[in-house]
C-alpha cells in the first residue's frame, strides 16, 4: 500500500477530495483484484476436481474395454469348440453314410 509520504505528496498536488477518490479507486480496485484471485483458485480448484473425474471416467472405461475383450475372447474359444464338435459330428456321420454307400456297392457288385 501506500504510506504517509506518498499520500503527502499526492495531496500537494491535488485537492484532499481528488486524493480520497483516487484512494477510493485504488481498494475498489484490490478489492477487484482479489475477487479475480478468488475466481482464478476456485476455477482452478473445478479444474483438478474435472480432470479427477475424466481420469476416473477413462479408467473405468478402460477397465470395461478389457472386460469386454475377456468375454470376446472366452466367446470365441466357445465357439471355436462348438464349430469343432459340430464338425467332428457331421464328419462322423460322413464316414457311416460312406461306409453305407461302400456295403451297398459290395451288396450290388455281389448281385450282379
Known amino acids: 500500500m501506500f504510506s504517509r509520504s506518498h499520500l503527502m505528496i499526492a495531496s500537494k498536488s491535488l485537492t484532499i477530495k481528488e486524493v480520497i477518490n483516487q484512494i477510493d ?10 475477487d479475480l484471485k478468488k475466481k482464478i483458485s476456485t ?28 468375454k470376446t475372447d472366452h466367446f470365441s474359444q466357445v465357439n471355436d469348440r462348438k464349430f469343432r464338435q459340430i464338425w467332428e459330428m457331421k464328419t462322423a456321420e460322413a464316414n457311416a453314410l460312406l461306409e453305407k454307400v461302400k456295403h451297398f456297392r459290395k451288396s450290388i457288385k455281389i448281385i450282379q
Do not use: Y
Open 25 to 34: 479507486k485504488i481498494f475498489s480496485l484490490q478489492e477487484d483484484v482479489l
Open 43 to 70: 476455477r482452478e480448484s473445478k479444474k483438478g476436481e474435472e480432470l479427477t473425474a475424466l481420469h476416473k471416467q477413462v479408467c473405468r472405461l478402460h477397465e470395461n474395454i478389457i472386460d469386454i475383450e475377456k
